[in-house]
Structure formats: structure tokens, C-alpha cells
């Protein structure tokens, strides 16, 4: 007798549907689940993690930056955290530490035993001095409201870069005065409009970030000083829009925050991955100095070296010779090689260069303009004479991105 077996032709169908799926699950490889806690919203630095998440197929969990405090318990593949110096950060950190790979995002962390990319202090106080130094001031000051690693990274590397000129600077740093006086912005204002005024002038001012160097300028101007003639102020950060639309556009020195976040992402990944990476900083080198109004002028006592300036700023594009500059002074080649090297530490030469690579600069980062057309304009010509010179100054040739000049690999 035969036995007959039938399936009834639903449950196949089911059963194909099933392993089909669990076939095209095996295919599909998960995402990392990567947690982004910041101190304070940054679009540039959520850009710069956006860009990396992107390229490594990430899934971002950011809703802890929307709703000001981070998920307890949190688990996950990865962690990317700025400023651990904000308690709710830090106290978050501390729960986590052992969850997951980590990687802290700039200098000011209480933390330790991190991965840490960070912004070039030190490089960042060094180039204000440098700026400053060079065109001409003889008075310099430091201001900030905050103790802390970047403080005083960005301070001690200012002070030495200006002692190594024979230069003295001025601190001004509420910590060291306010006593029982609460922060506010009022007190902080009075203050600060008290100090400035006892400053020598014309002074070239120093501050630690792009909003105190914003307060700064307004201190100067209701206080009845002339910005940048008396006082020039510098910040750092480049916070594009605050920079531009303050009472007198601020100078910044641009630490790339968007490279410091990439750099940032990729160090996760590498940890994500199984890579050994060592606790000391990744330092991101700085994008460079953007100049604007607040420090563009030029503190000279020599007239001879105020006249070729103004002759130099005034025809840069022009095939200028240094011969030409000091006939048209009224002073011999070596009396204006001498007042130079006096006055700003420097050759005619070198100079005339550091006017045209600025404007090689503003020009590429403001407009749609090939290299070679930024090369005539600026006044050297070729390419291959902008690319050298730029560098010498920088140590890396010129190229654009979409937001701008950016130092070639960043």
C-alpha cells in the first residue's frame, strides 16, 4: 500500500518567505550605532562627523544634542563627546567609560585615558603673536573669562612667542579679579571696559574665543575707542556669521573644527574596528589666520615704512620691485631693508609676499575663480609662483573647498 504525503502549498510559500529573509539579512551588514553628546551645538562640528558617519555608513544617534542631555544607559558601538568640562558631559562620561570605544573632540576635558583629536593651541597662540608682531604693535594683551586647558595652552604660547620679540603682554583675565562679583555679562563688560582703558594704545588685543573677542569690540567702541586704530582685536574660531555681522568684523584664527570632528569620526572607527590607539592628543593643525576689519591696519612709527605699505597694499597686483618702493619713498634700498627689519622683523620683500598670499587667500575663499586668474590678480602672476610662496607661509599649497581655502588634506 502506498503512503501519499502532501504540503499544502501556504506553508511552502511561508518557508521560502522566511529563509529568503533570513538569507537577505546575512547579505545586509548592520550599521554601528555611533552616539554624538556635545557641550554646546556646533554645525561645523556635526558637519565634520556628518561627512565621515556618511563615507563609513554610520547611524548617528544625535537627539542628545537637541535635547540637552545625554541618554543614561546608553549602549552602543561608539561614542563621540566635546567639552567632558560641562558637568552633565562629564557625569555621562563616567557611566559609559567601560561601554563602548570613545573619543573625545577638542582640548577642554575633564576626562582622562580617552582618545582625544584636538585644535593646535599652541600653534594658535604662536600665530596671533606672529600677526600682531608683524604689523608693527609694540603693546599686546591677552583676555579671558575662563580657566581651563585651552586657556591656558592658547595664553602660555602667545606669551612666548611675544617674549621671544622682546614683547610684554597684559592679562586680563576675570578669574584673577572678579572675587565675590558674580559673571554676568554686565560685570564682565564693566570690567573690561575698566581695564582697556588703562591700556597703552594703540594695542593689539588677544582673546580667547570669537565671542569675547565680539565683546571686546563693543567694550571699544562704547568706551570710545577706534577698532582696529586703537585697539585691534583678535579671536579664534572663525564662527563665520557672528565674525562677519559683529560692530567691526572680527580677525579669527580658524582651527578647523570640521577636520578636528572628521579626524575625530575616523579615530572612532579605527577603535570601533579593533585598532590600539594611543591616549595622547591628535593634534589637527589650524586652517590659518581669516582676516577682517578689527586687525587690519597697520602700527608703524616709521613713515617710510607706512608709505611703502600703503604703496604695496595699493598696487599688489602690479609688478612691483623693492627698488621702485623705496625710490618712491624717498629712501635708499638699505634704509628701507633697515626700517623694516626695525619696525616689523621683516624684509620689504617678505612682506610685499604676506599681502599678496592674503588676498590669494580672500580671493579663493570668497569667489568662484580659477587658480590662474587668482595668481594674476593677487599679483604673482603664475600659479607656480602663488603655490610656492603659499608654502613657504603655510607649509602647503593653496586649494579651495566649497567653504573656502582649506590646507591641502584636510
Known amino acids: 500500500m502506498a503512503i501519499i504525503f502532501?504540503?499544502?502549498?501556504?506553508?511552502?510559500?511561508?518557508?521560502?518567505?522566511?529563509?529568503?529573509?533570513?538569507?537577505?539579512?546575512?547579505?545586509?551588514?548592520?550599521?554601528?550605532?555611533?552616539?554624538?553628546?556635545?557641550?554646546?551645538y556646533d554645525p561645523r562640528v556635526i558637519e565634520g562627523i556628518g561627512r565621515f558617519a556618511r563615507e563609513a555608513g554610520w547611524h548617528l544617534e544625535m537627539r542628545s544634542i537637541f535635547e540637552a542631555s545625554p541618554p543614561a544607559g546608553w549602549r552602543g558601538d561608539g561614542l563621540l563627546v566635546n567639552d567632558t568640562a560641562v558637568p552633565r558631559l562629564s557625569k555621562f562620561l563616567a557611566a559609559q567609560m567601560h561601554r563602548q570605544p570613545t573619543v573625545l573632540i577638542g582640548a577642554n576635558h575633564l576626562a582622562s585615558g580617552f582618545a582625544t583629536v584636538q585644535e593646535d593651541n599652541t600653534a594658535i597662540g604662536r600665530l596671533a603673536a606672529s600677526h600682531f608682531l608683524e604689523r608693527g604693535y609694540r603693546h599686546f594683551a591677552w583676555i579671558s573669562l575662563n580657566r581651563g586647558r585651552v586657556e591656558r595652552e592658547r595664553r602660555t604660547a602667545y606669551e612666548a612667542a611675544l617674549a621671544a620679540e622682546g614683547a610684554d603682554c597684559h592679562f586680563l583675565e576675570w578669574h584673577h579679579f572678579r572675587g565675590k562679583t558674580p559673571q554676568t555679562w554686565a560685570n564682565s563688560r564693566i570690567w573690561l571696559a575698566q581695564k582697556l582703558s588703562v591700556l597703552p594704545k594703540p594695542i593689539a588685543v588677544f582673546a580667547l574665543d570669537d565671542l569675547l573677542a565680539i565683546d571686546t569690540v563693543e567694550v571699544c567702541l562704547d568706551a570710545g575707542?577706534?577698532?582696529p586704530d586703537d585697539v585691534a582685536v583678535m579671536?579664534?574660531?572663525?564662527?563665520?556669521?557672528?565674525c562677519e555681522c559683529a560692530q567691526v568684523p572680527i580677525s579669527s584664527i580658524d582651527e578647523d573644527a570640521r577636520g578636528i570632528a572628521y579626524r575625530a569620526a575616523r579615530t572612532l572607527e579605527e577603535l570601533m574596528n579593533g585598532q590600539m590607539i594611543s591616549c595622547a592628543p591628535i593634534v589637527v593643525p589650524v586652517s590659518g589666520l581669516v582676516l577682517r576689519r578689527s586687525t587690519d591696519t597697520f602700527a608703524v612709527t616709521h613713515s617710510a615704512v607706512a608709505k611703502a605699505h600703503a604703496i604695496m597694499k595699493a598696487q599688489y597686483s602690479r609688478p612691483l620691485v623693492i627698488e621702485g618702493i623705496a625710490s618712491d619713498v624717498g629712501v635708499s634700498v638699505r634704509a628701507l631693508h633697515y626700517a623694516f627689519q626695525s619696525e616689523l622683523r621683516i624684509s620689504p620683500a617678505k612682506h610685499l609676499e604676506r599681502i599678496r598670499i592674503q588676498v590669494a587667500r580672500d580671493l579663493l575663499a570668497r569667489k568662484n575663480l580659477k587658480i590662474t586668474e587668482v595668481a594674476k590678480m593677487s599679483g604673482f602672476g603664475t600659479p607656480r609662483n602663488l603655490h610656492r610662496a603659499h608654502t613657504r607661509e603655510y607649509g602647503v599649497p593653496p586649494v579651495r573647498s566649497p567653504r573656502g581655502l582649506k590646507s591641502k588634506g584636510e
Open 6 to 40: 502532501t504540503i499544502d502549498n501556504v506553508c511552502v510559500q511561508r518557508l521560502f518567505v522566511q529563509k529568503k529573509s533570513q538569507f537577505l539579512q546575512c547579505l545586509v551588514k548592520p550599521k554601528k550605532n555611533v552616539l554624538v553628546s556635545l557641550g554646546w
Open 225 to 227: 575707542f577706534r577698532v
Open 235 to 242: 579671536g579664534v574660531g572663525n564662527m563665520e556669521l557672528a
